[in-house]
Each structure stands twice: as structure tokens, then as C-alpha cells.
């Protein structure tokens, strides 16, 4: 029963993160976008700069959420009453399933204009990034203790 509830917990924190994850990855790679310029008028290494910093940006933010999410997977995996094989596969899914539907948006708007969107093209970078990071959080967490160390049940 705390296996299904877990899972059933999981699934909010993606939806949760589904809604919010466009608006915060945003947020976080405006200050990239300011770097490339304004269209038209910047240069290509500029442009990759900018993308680069945007990708960092929402890099970080999003590695936060994976953070969180893992971790809490482990701190619920480790209970006796709870099936932890079980919640891996929906952690991973919670995890990727925004940033995954949040570039597929981005993707859809780009089409709709006429020059290339640093925070698109970063989310091409912070979508690998987190590809790696979920692996490396789950297999070695003691990384998050580094970078996030205020995201909540890190230490637990």
C-alpha cells in the first residue's frame, strides 16, 4: 500500500513540475538569452555563448528538481514496507516527462519565428544534462550534496 502511494506521490510531483517546469526554465535562461542578443543583430559566438549560459542556467534549476526527485526516491526505496524496484522506473519517468514536453513546446513555438531562440537551443543541452545527472544522482548521490545541498531530503 506505501508502494502505490509513493508512486501515486511521484506522479504529482510530475504533473506539479509539468505545469511549472516552462515557466521556471524560462526564468532561469533569460539571463542567457540577454547574452545572445537580439536577432538579427548578434553574432554566432555570441549567439552559442548566450546558449551556452542559458543551458546552465536551466541546467542547475532542473538538476534541483532531479535532486529532489531522486533522492526522495531513495529515502522512500529505503523503507521495509515500500517496493523501491518499483519506483524507479516511475522516478525516472517524473523526471524526464517535463523537460521532455517542455522542448517539445519550445520546439513548436520556434517554428513560429523566423530566427533561432538561445533558450530553445539550450534546452537541447539541459535535456542530455539531465539524461546524465539522473544516473549519476541515483548511482553516486553524494554529488548532490555538493551543488544542491538546499534541496530538502539530500542529506537523508
Known amino acids: ?16 513540475a509539468n505545469y511549472l517546469t516552462p515557466i521556471i526554465l524560462n526564468l532561469a535562461g533569460v539571463p542567457g538569452a540577454l547574452i545572445a542578443g537580439m536577432p538579427g543583430k548578434r553574432s554566432k559566438r555570441r549567439f552559442m555563448f548566450g546558449s551556452i549560459a542559458s543551458a546552465i542556467g536551466q541546467s542547475y534549476v532542473n538538476l ?60 537541447h543541452l539541459t535535456f542530455l544534462v539531465t539524461l546524465v545527472a539522473f544516473f549519476v544522482f541515483a548511482f553516486v548521490p553524494t554529488i548532490t550534496e555538493t551543488a544542491w545541498s538546499w534541496v530538502p531530503f539530500v542529506f537523508k
Open 64 to 123: 534541483a528538481y532531479v535532486a529532489f526527485v531522486v533522492s526522495w526516491t531513495k529515502l522512500a526505496g529505503a523503507r521495509d514496507d515500500v517496493l523501491g524496484f518499483l519506483l524507479w522506473p516511475v522516478t525516472f519517468l517524473v523526471v524526464f516527462i517535463p523537460i521532455w514536453m517542455s522542448l517539445i513546446r519550445a520546439r513548436v513555438e520556434d517554428r513560429e519565428i523566423e530566427h533561432a531562440n538561445a533558450q530553445t537551443e539550450a534546452l
Open 1 to 16: 500500500m506505501r508502494t502505490l502511494f509513493s508512486i501515486v506521490l511521484l506522479v504529482v510531483y510530475g504533473v506539479i
